[in-house]
Protein backbone atom coordinates (compact mmCIF):
# COMPACT_ATOMS: atom_id res chain seq x y z
CA UNK A 1 0.00 0.00 0.00
CA UNK A 2 1.21 3.62 -0.70
CA UNK A 3 0.69 6.54 1.87
CA UNK A 4 2.27 9.77 2.61
CA UNK A 5 2.45 10.71 6.45
CA UNK A 6 3.32 14.64 7.11
CA UNK A 7 3.15 14.06 11.44
CA UNK A 8 3.37 18.05 11.48
CA UNK A 9 -0.05 19.84 11.54
CA UNK A 10 0.96 22.81 12.21
CA UNK A 11 4.05 25.07 12.47
CA UNK A 12 4.62 28.49 13.51
CA UNK A 13 7.91 30.42 13.16
CA UNK A 14 8.93 34.31 13.44
CA UNK A 15 10.01 35.58 10.26
CA UNK A 16 13.44 34.67 9.06
CA UNK A 17 13.84 31.59 11.24
CA UNK A 18 14.29 27.87 9.33
CA UNK A 19 11.94 25.68 9.44
CA UNK A 20 12.13 22.04 7.91
CA UNK A 21 8.55 20.31 7.03
CA UNK A 22 8.56 16.39 7.48
CA UNK A 23 7.60 14.01 4.79
CA UNK A 24 7.34 10.28 5.36
CA UNK A 25 6.27 7.73 2.62
CA UNK A 26 5.29 4.49 1.90
CA UNK A 27 5.73 2.18 -1.43
CA UNK A 28 6.66 -0.83 -2.52
CA UNK A 29 7.40 0.33 -5.84
CA UNK A 30 10.84 1.12 -6.44
CA UNK A 31 10.16 3.78 -9.44
CA UNK A 32 8.13 6.18 -7.77
CA UNK A 33 8.21 9.90 -7.98
CA UNK A 34 7.79 12.25 -4.90
CA UNK A 35 6.05 15.91 -4.88
CA UNK A 36 5.81 19.01 -2.90
CA UNK A 37 2.80 21.27 -3.27
CA UNK A 38 1.77 24.75 -1.71
CA UNK A 39 -1.56 25.68 -1.05
CA UNK A 40 -1.28 29.65 0.31
CA UNK A 41 -4.61 31.00 1.29
CA UNK A 42 -5.70 31.85 -1.86
CA UNK A 43 -6.91 28.12 -2.39
CA UNK A 44 -4.91 26.95 -5.47
CA UNK A 45 -2.16 24.56 -5.44
CA UNK A 46 1.37 25.65 -6.66
CA UNK A 47 3.81 22.60 -7.47
CA UNK A 48 7.07 23.29 -6.19
CA UNK A 49 9.43 20.34 -6.40
CA UNK A 50 9.44 16.81 -8.46
CA UNK A 51 11.79 13.95 -7.51
CA UNK A 52 11.98 10.42 -9.03
CA UNK A 53 13.38 7.09 -7.10
CA UNK A 54 16.75 6.89 -8.57
CA UNK A 55 17.91 10.80 -7.90
CA UNK A 56 18.66 11.07 -4.20
CA UNK A 57 20.63 14.18 -4.83
CA UNK A 58 19.03 17.11 -2.92
CA UNK A 59 18.44 20.19 -4.32
CA UNK A 60 18.25 24.14 -3.51
CA UNK A 61 15.99 26.39 -5.47
CA UNK A 62 16.84 29.78 -3.52
CA UNK A 63 15.33 29.69 0.15
CA UNK A 64 14.03 26.65 -0.53
CA UNK A 65 16.16 22.81 -0.19
CA UNK A 66 14.65 18.97 -0.36
CA UNK A 67 16.62 16.34 1.43
CA UNK A 68 15.70 12.77 -0.11
CA UNK A 69 16.62 9.84 1.67
CA UNK A 70 15.19 6.28 0.12
CA UNK A 71 16.84 4.79 3.84
CA UNK A 72 14.32 6.36 5.66
CA UNK A 73 11.95 6.76 2.96
CA UNK A 74 11.59 10.75 3.54
CA UNK A 75 11.76 13.80 1.19
CA UNK A 76 12.23 16.46 4.02
CA UNK A 77 11.45 20.51 2.47
CA UNK A 78 13.32 22.97 4.20
CA UNK A 79 12.45 26.83 3.99
CA UNK A 80 15.74 28.94 4.97
CA UNK A 81 15.03 32.84 6.13
CA UNK A 82 11.20 31.70 6.18
CA UNK A 83 8.73 35.08 5.02
CA UNK A 84 5.36 36.02 6.14
CA UNK A 85 4.96 34.96 2.22
CA UNK A 86 5.65 31.47 3.19
CA UNK A 87 2.43 30.94 5.01
CA UNK A 88 0.65 28.07 3.37
CA UNK A 89 -0.68 24.98 3.79
CA UNK A 90 2.45 22.86 2.25
CA UNK A 91 1.26 18.92 0.64
CA UNK A 92 3.98 16.39 0.31
CA UNK A 93 2.49 13.67 -2.45
CA UNK A 94 3.83 10.47 -4.04
CA UNK A 95 2.92 8.91 -7.09
CA UNK A 96 3.40 5.22 -7.51
CA UNK A 97 2.70 1.76 -9.40
CA UNK A 98 2.55 3.47 -12.68
CA UNK A 99 -1.21 5.11 -12.78
CA UNK A 100 0.13 9.06 -12.38
CA UNK A 101 -2.00 8.93 -9.32
CA UNK A 102 -1.67 11.05 -6.52
CA UNK A 103 -1.47 10.28 -3.11
CA UNK A 104 -1.40 13.01 -0.89
CA UNK A 105 -0.26 13.69 2.68
CA UNK A 106 -2.37 15.28 5.43
CA UNK A 107 -0.36 18.91 4.74
CA UNK A 108 1.25 20.83 7.38
CA UNK A 109 -0.20 24.27 7.75
CA UNK A 110 2.93 27.01 8.44
CA UNK A 111 2.01 30.18 9.63
CA UNK A 112 5.34 32.76 9.46
CA UNK A 113 4.65 35.61 12.10
CA UNK A 114 6.47 39.04 11.57
CA UNK B 1 -5.18 32.45 -19.83
CA UNK B 2 -5.17 29.16 -17.37
CA UNK B 3 -4.10 25.72 -18.15
CA UNK B 4 -6.91 24.35 -15.79
CA UNK B 5 -10.21 26.02 -15.34
CA UNK B 6 -12.83 24.98 -13.17
CA UNK B 7 -16.28 26.15 -12.81
CA UNK B 8 -18.14 27.17 -10.94
CA UNK B 9 -15.73 28.40 -8.49
CA UNK B 10 -17.60 29.11 -5.81
CA UNK B 11 -21.14 26.60 -5.11
CA UNK B 12 -24.09 26.59 -2.52
CA UNK B 13 -26.60 23.96 -2.88
CA UNK B 14 -29.21 22.35 -1.29
CA UNK B 15 -29.24 18.80 0.50
CA UNK B 16 -30.55 16.44 -2.51
CA UNK B 17 -29.85 18.62 -5.50
CA UNK B 18 -27.43 17.63 -8.49
CA UNK B 19 -24.67 19.32 -8.99
CA UNK B 20 -22.07 19.34 -11.38
CA UNK B 21 -18.79 20.66 -11.37
CA UNK B 22 -16.90 21.05 -14.82
CA UNK B 23 -12.90 21.13 -15.84
CA UNK B 24 -11.69 22.64 -19.13
CA UNK B 25 -7.50 22.37 -19.87
CA UNK B 26 -6.06 23.42 -22.79
CA UNK B 27 -2.28 21.86 -22.21
CA UNK B 28 -3.52 18.41 -24.28
CA UNK B 29 -3.33 16.15 -21.77
CA UNK B 30 -4.90 13.21 -22.19
CA UNK B 31 -4.82 12.40 -18.18
CA UNK B 32 -7.63 13.92 -15.86
CA UNK B 33 -8.31 13.44 -11.87
CA UNK B 34 -10.70 15.27 -9.55
CA UNK B 35 -10.06 15.40 -6.05
CA UNK B 36 -11.43 16.21 -2.86
CA UNK B 37 -10.02 17.98 0.08
CA UNK B 38 -11.00 17.93 3.05
CA UNK B 39 -9.37 19.88 6.31
CA UNK B 40 -6.69 17.42 8.07
CA UNK B 41 -6.94 14.63 4.90
CA UNK B 42 -5.28 16.18 2.24
CA UNK B 43 -6.81 15.69 -1.34
CA UNK B 44 -8.30 12.28 -2.10
CA UNK B 45 -8.45 10.89 -5.96
CA UNK B 46 -12.49 10.86 -6.45
CA UNK B 47 -12.21 9.50 -10.60
CA UNK B 48 -9.50 9.66 -13.29
CA UNK B 49 -9.57 8.98 -17.26
CA UNK B 50 -6.77 8.09 -19.00
CA UNK B 51 -7.87 9.05 -22.29
CA UNK B 52 -12.00 9.89 -23.63
CA UNK B 53 -13.12 6.27 -23.04
CA UNK B 54 -11.42 5.33 -19.76
CA UNK B 55 -12.94 6.29 -16.66
CA UNK B 56 -11.56 4.52 -13.04
CA UNK B 57 -12.48 4.69 -9.87
CA UNK B 58 -10.70 6.58 -6.94
CA UNK B 59 -10.53 6.29 -3.76
CA UNK B 60 -13.37 7.78 -2.37
CA UNK B 61 -15.75 7.65 -5.48
CA UNK B 62 -19.40 6.39 -3.93
CA UNK B 63 -21.85 9.41 -4.51
CA UNK B 64 -20.20 10.88 -7.38
CA UNK B 65 -20.32 10.55 -11.50
CA UNK B 66 -18.15 11.66 -13.84
CA UNK B 67 -18.18 12.38 -18.13
CA UNK B 68 -15.42 12.77 -20.35
CA UNK B 69 -17.01 14.84 -22.43
CA UNK B 70 -13.52 15.33 -24.47
CA UNK B 71 -10.49 15.11 -24.25
CA UNK B 72 -10.42 18.56 -22.59
CA UNK B 73 -13.39 18.40 -20.70
CA UNK B 74 -13.60 16.63 -17.31
CA UNK B 75 -16.43 16.68 -15.73
CA UNK B 76 -17.86 16.01 -12.31
CA UNK B 77 -21.55 15.24 -10.70
CA UNK B 78 -23.06 14.86 -7.51
CA UNK B 79 -26.35 13.15 -8.44
CA UNK B 80 -28.14 13.97 -4.68
CA UNK B 81 -25.52 16.38 -2.91
CA UNK B 82 -25.82 15.29 0.89
CA UNK B 83 -23.58 17.70 3.97
CA UNK B 84 -20.59 15.87 4.28
CA UNK B 85 -19.94 15.62 0.45
CA UNK B 86 -19.23 19.66 1.39
CA UNK B 87 -15.09 20.83 0.38
CA UNK B 88 -12.61 21.60 -1.83
CA UNK B 89 -12.57 20.20 -5.26
CA UNK B 90 -9.59 20.09 -7.45
CA UNK B 91 -9.57 19.12 -11.91
CA UNK B 92 -5.95 18.34 -12.46
CA UNK B 93 -4.23 17.13 -15.80
CA UNK B 94 -1.37 15.09 -16.44
CA UNK B 95 0.96 14.69 -19.61
CA UNK B 96 3.82 11.79 -19.36
CA UNK B 97 6.36 13.51 -17.03
CA UNK B 98 4.33 12.80 -13.95
CA UNK B 99 3.52 16.07 -13.29
CA UNK B 100 -0.05 17.02 -12.11
CA UNK B 101 -1.09 20.44 -12.87
CA UNK B 102 -4.24 21.51 -11.15
CA UNK B 103 -7.24 24.11 -11.43
CA UNK B 104 -7.92 26.68 -8.98
CA UNK B 105 -10.15 24.50 -7.39
CA UNK B 106 -14.31 24.90 -6.70
CA UNK B 107 -15.42 25.34 -3.47
CA UNK B 108 -18.95 23.55 -2.88
CA UNK B 109 -21.08 24.03 0.34
CA UNK B 110 -23.84 21.87 0.94
CA UNK B 111 -26.97 22.91 2.80
Known amino acids: AQKVTQAQTEISVVEKEDVTLDCVYE???????LFWYKQPPSGELVFLIRRNSFDEQNEISGRYSWNFQKSTSSFNFTITASQVVDSAVYFC???????????FGAGTRLAVHP | DADVTQTPRNRITKTGKRIMLECSQTKGHDRMYWYRQDPGLGLRLIYYSFDVKDINKGEISDGYSVSRQAQAKFSLSLESAIPNQTALYFC??????????FGPGTRLTVL
Open chain 1, 27 to 33: TRDTTYY
Open chain 1, 93 to 103: ALNSGGYNKLI
Open chain 2, 92 to 101: ATSGTANEQF
